[in-house]
């Protein structure tokens, strides 16, 4: 397993920095991060659009993924079920966790949290693959 600040998940993966991802906590049996409410990331009604949240969802899991599995494997999402019990007019905080830490794959729970309210969860299925030598 390694260890990984926030800077260098932004180097790996640019698109957490696109898309204002703030993280919390990164541990191998969890990352918590952020994203704040923003104009450009609302869609009618004023809500955080549901694209934005699955993508702050799927930065975690592919954080966690990758502090579980082998040196130098790139996570890739397998599945993902998210259910929106709600919109989230302000900024959310995902936590995801380790359900199960299979041999090639990673079960994650996470949940968003608005004001203490979750407003999606998501069961995501990740897999760790080890780019092959040329």
Not at 21 to 26: D, K, L, T, Y
Not at 95 to 105: E, F, H, I, Q, V
Request: aromatic share 4%.
């Amino acid at each position: 397993m390694v260890a990984l600040e926030a800077a260098e998940v932004y180097a790996l993966a640019p698109y957490a920095k696109t898309l204002g991802v703030e993280f919390e906590e990164i541990e191998a049996a969890g990352v918590r991060a952020g994203l704040a409410h923003e104009l450009s990331l609302s869609t009618v009604g004023g809500g955080l659009h549901g694209g934005a949240l699955m993508g702050l969802a799927d930065v975690c899991a592919a954080v966690c993924a990758a502090l579980n599995g082998p040196a130098g494997a790139a996570p890739a999402t397998v599945e993902s079920s998210t259910h929106f019990l709600r919109p989230a007019r302000t900024s959310v905080v995902a936590t995801a966790r380790r359900l199960r830490l299979g041999r090639n794959t990673v079960k994650w729970d996470r949940r968003s949290r608005r004001g203490g309210r979750t407003v999606r969860p998501v069961t995501q299925v990740v897999t760790a693959v080890v780019p092959k030598a040329p």
